[in-house]
């Protein structure tokens, strides 16, 4: 069984850049696809950024392309998330999240019942 930690949330100024981290414990990690989801109150959790187990692959929701990256380092157990050109509508609470079960098919990391481990969530507001 493993554990998420996420950190690095807080209020920042549109236009502004925050990066998140997550800090994984278990032998598994290295093996694991890994992603981030936000969620705000009333709303279901939303697909971010996904990373692949080697970190070779990497995809993201349409609204972030080009202004977040997802990053991992394997040999520290530890994920990242870093967000530029922060807007408003990226307030929400940040999860990352594990998958630690063997394959899977097409882009089934974009849905959250595909992953078995969740953090507790960093809160990032984002203010104009």
């Known amino acids: 069984q493993g554990q998420l930690v996420e950190s690095g949330g807080g209020l920042v100024q549109a236009g502004g850049s925050l990066r998140l981290s997550c800090a994984a414990s278990?032998?598994?990690?290295?093996?694991?696809?890994m992603g981030w989801f936000r969620q705000t109150p009333g709303k279901e959790r939303e697909f971010v950024a996904h990373?692949?187990?080697?970190?070779?692959?990497?995809d993201y929701t349409d609204s972030v392309k080009g202004r977040f990256t997802i990053s991992r380092d394997n040999a520290k157990n530890t994920l990242s998330l870093q967000m530029n050109m922060l807007k408003p509508e990226d307030t929400a609470v940040y999860y990352c999240?594990?998958?630690?079960?063997?394959?899977?098919?097409?882009?089934?990391?974009?849905?959250?019942?595909?992953?078995?481990?969740w953090g507790q969530g960093t809160q990032v507001t984002v203010s104009s």
């Open positions: 999240a594990a998958r630690r079960l063997i394959g899977y098919s097409g882009s089934a990391y974009r849905t959250a019942g595909f992953y078995d481990i």
């Open positions: 278990g032998r598994t990690f290295s093996s694991s696809e």
């Open positions: 990373i692949n187990w080697s970190g070779a692959s990497t």
